[in-house]
């Protein structure tokens, strides 16, 4: 009985046996399979294209000047139209969204100065492997990239870009590799207000890119469309400020911005060691473009920068902004320098207005606004009427006072709803609230013949006639708490005979932040400095 058991046994595990067997054979074949597979996968992926050179990353030696180009062979992105159907076109920018479509084919968006044209890579014999396309579907966002091909029109609009035309891709290199993850995605720092808000009233949830964040990565930040539009509009301001000016006679100088004393008095500046003499960083080029004009030069300005060492943490105020500084001889009467702020502001926006549509589109896509509302010839209230158009709106205000903020707006509202400008001259302001440089009132030494410019309720523009008698200008200072021995040099330039003269001074960043109805004047600067930021 025992020995049929075993036998039994015996022949129960020799049938386990094959049947494991089996089992593994089957699996060792499958794989094998699944190896040669992969094997034949890996082959045709890795396997050395002929069309290699049309594509890939460009080697650093092949960028460190090597041979000189034909710049004429290359075309911007914003100049891309159907009047270059069919023609060949060498393009670089940057990649700012790629998109794989199977194996064959494949979409990358280039981006150049806020223009985009859609790139298209198919598989094509002679120019285009299946590699190219893999190649062009892994590239991260943000690569910069060189792009070789035709130009088609495609038989209906294309949305996303601003280019109406596509590039039927024969080459496409990389010249430099961006981060497969960056800090923030350009998309979501383009994003308006408005469409966050519509987007979680319809449950759905998008990126905020704060405005620290934002400083913090300026350099991804920059290259939105809205600061791309932003920053061309500061450039123009200052281009328009400068051509004006010399059409009307006037003169560029360089003053220094390291000085023995203050230039505009008060206590907010920076000091520094000067070789061992106690020195601070310029608050504006107001005494050097003074005695400018005691040196005959008759008419000047000058574009610079201007420190405030002033704890302000508001969104109008920076430690550090670009200074337009106007000064000037007058011959009878300070209406003559608002006369310069009248003509050069109005040209300004006038320019504006018409050579920077698609910026100021650009800009209002992401922060809508409102055209500014400017008069040809520029309002001008005295400081006194205005006072008054508060006082009959309910407000009172010290008439020998300055104007805080919220008046200022109030009274920008009223002048808007009066006189249907957003754009005006205050003047004959209280002497106790100008700097120690300006000139009394003939006829009452309690106000002074000094101005300050609005623009949508907020102030850009500070200027006056100033004292060029040094003994009242010794006296001023002194009254003013200004130790006259560190402004000696100043005042000694009006004791060889000086003109009478006047100027006025604003920020570039004001100019700009208001003329764009933006909210915060960092949105303005390239890279601002105010009281907690130094970098980058």
């Not at 009172?396 to 009066?418: A, C, F, H, M, W």
């Not at 003939?442 to 850009?460: H, M, P, T, W």
């Not at 402004?487 to 960043?509: C, K, M, Q, W």
Request: include cysteine; charge should be negative; glycine fraction near 6%.
């Amino acid at each position: 009985m025992e020995q049929v058991d075993e036998e039994s046994s015996k022949s129960i595990s020799k049938k386990a046996a094959k049947k494991e067997a089996a089992k593994q054979e089957k699996l060792r074949r499958r794989q094998e399979a699944a190896l040669a597979s992969a094997a034949a996968s890996i082959t045709i992926e890795e396997q050395e294209d002929p069309l290699a050179v049309n594509y890939g990353n460009v080697a650093l030696n092949e960028l460190q000047s090597k041979e000189e180009t034909d710049l004429t062979e290359w075309t911007r992105v914003g100049d891309l139209n159907e009047e270059l159907k069919d023609k060949e076109v060498l393009i670089r920018g940057r990649a700012q969204t790629t998109r794989a479509v199977g194996k064959n084919m494949a979409f990358v968006v280039v981006r150049q100065k806020g223009f985009t044209v859609q790139c298209v890579v198919t598989v094509q014999p002679d120019f285009v492997s299946r590699q190219m396309v893999k190649f062009v579907a892994g590239l991260s966002r943000e690569s910069i990239i060189d792009v070789r091909g035709l130009v088609s029109v495609p038989s209906v609009p294309i949305k996303g870009t601003t280019q109406q035309v596509e590039v039927e891709v024969r080459k496409l290199h990389c010249i430099s590799k961006a981060m497969p993850t960056l800090p923030i995605n350009i998309e979501d720092a383009a994003r308006s207000e408005k469409e966050i808000e519509e987007a979680l009233q319809a449950g759905e949830q998008l990126v905020r890119v704060n405005q620290d964040t934002r400083l913090n990565y300026r350099v991804l930040d920059m290259r939105t469309p809205a600061n791309q539009g932003i920053f061309h509009i500061q450039h123009e301001v200052g281009s328009i400020f400068r051509k004006f000016l010399e059409s009307e006679g006037f003169d560029e100088i360089h003053t220094p911005k390291l000085i023995a004393g203050t230039s505009e008095g008060g206590s907010a500046v920076f000091k520094l060691d000067y070789k061992g003499q106690p020195a601070c960083l310029a608050q504006s080029p107001q005494l050097h473009k003074q005695i400018a004009i005691c040196g005959d030069k008759e008419r000047v300005f000058e574009v610079g920068p201007v420190f405030r060492a002033e704890d302000s943490y508001t969104h109008r105020h920076l430690c550090e902004f670009v200074g337009l500084d106007v000064e000037m001889e007058i011959k009878k009467h300070y209406s003559e320098v608002m006369g310069i702020v009248d003509r050069l502001f109005v040209t300004m926006f006038d320019h504006l207005n018409e050579k920077c549509k698609k910026e100021l589109d650009a800009v209002r896509r992401q922060y809508p606004f409102e055209p500014l509302k400017y008069l040809r010839k520029t309002l001008r209230l005295r400081f006194e009427e205005g006072v008054q158009m508060l006082k009959e709106a309910g407000v009172e205000i010290d008439p020998y006072g300055d104007l805080n903020t919220e008046s200022e707006r109030k009274l920008g509202q009223l002048v808007l709803e009066k006189y249907g400008t957003e754009f005006y001259i205050l003047h004959r302001y209280p002497l106790a609230v100008r700097p120690f440089y300006t000139m009394p009132c003939y006829d009452d030494a309690k106000y002074s013949n000094s101005f300050d410019v609005f623009i949508r309720g907020e102030e850009i523009i500070s200027g006056a006639q100033r004292v060029h008698v040094p003994e009242l200008l010794e006296e001023r200072a002194k009254a003013c708490g200004i130790d006259v021995s560190a402004i000696t040099t100043y005042i000694d330039s009006f004791r060889y005979g000086a003109p009478p003269h006047g100027g006025f001074g604003v920020g570039l960043e004001r100019v700009v932040m208001l003329f764009c109805g933006l909210n915060n004047i960092r949105k303005a600067s390239l890279f601002p400095r105010d009281p907690l930021r130094l970098a980058p």
